[in-house]
């Protein structure tokens, strides 16, 4: 951290949700659950100035959801589907979305956050995916780059950065699941719109294991800086 910057940061906690942990979710990201200590650790540090949660809030025909698309190409992690983008005037735009096991439908069980996370000190639960026809993975924005918070037929709950912004937050510490999807798109969108971006390397898992090594060159690409508990910044936040 640069001498004498303005400092004031933000914890974002990404979709601590049942159907991405073990052992009953329909998502399950691998050892999921058991990086709920240190996220915990994380919420009960003072010196954050905002707590945020995020949850995946998908409608029944969400776009992701293999089964909403016909056989044979429609197989969960493997197969993929054109998706245009919703903005007014950028309905030409598309690209490929990977499908996915139907999860974190509105209102079910599986959209929870599970109940190792304490909560007592969030101050906003943010659901994010809420639209049918786009993808969303960073609370930021959906796949294109849209954010229309608002009504409840929008992709997100609350305009995030904006949020932030209000609180004179400068830099945001991103935890959660998954590493390599909706925990990477955070952190990278949180530099893309100005703010200071931070993965704790212990409080986030992937969904494929193997692909961290990866996914820390292209967040370290992407201006976000991946850290451990013990860094400095992270110790500091205790005081």
């Known amino acids: ?54 949850k995946d809030y998908h409608p029944k025909d969400h776009i992701s959801f293999a089964s909403n698309h016909p056989g044979p190409e429609n197989q969960p992690f493997s197969s993929y589907v054109t998706m245009n983008n919703p903005a007014p005037g950028k309905e030409s735009e598309s690209k490929l979305q990977q499908l996915w096991p139907v999860h974190c439908v509105a209102d079910t069980a599986g959209a929870e956050i599970i109940p190792e996370i304490d909560s007592s000190n969030v101050d906003l639960v943010v659901r994010k995916g809420m639209r049918p026809e786009v ?40 935890v959660g699941l998954a590493g390599d999807y909706c925990v990477k798109a955070t952190a990278i969108d949180a530099a893309r719109v100005g703010f200071k971006s931070w993965v704790v390397e212990e409080g986030t898992k992937c969904v494929v294991p193997a692909n961290w090594e990866d996914i820390k060159r292209e967040l370290k690409d992407s201006g976000v800086s991946v850290i451990s508990m013990g860094d400095p910044l992270i110790e500091g936040l205790g005081k």
């Open 135 to 174: 993808e969303m993975y960073s609370v930021f924005a959906d796949a294109f780059g849209n954010c229309d918070p608002g009504a409840h037929t929008h992709s997100v709950s609350l305009d995030v950065a904006a949020a932030l912004r209000a609180q004179g937050v400068t830099d945001v510490v991103v």
């Open 1 to 54: 951290m640069a001498a004498n910057r303005p400092f004031k940061s933000a914890l974002i906690v990404v979709d601590m949700q049942e159907d991405f942990c073990p052992p009953n979710g329909s998502l399950a990201v691998p050892e999921g659950r058991t990086i709920a200590p240190i996220i915990n650790t994380l919420l009960s540090k003072p010196g954050f100035t905002m707590r945020i949660l995020t």
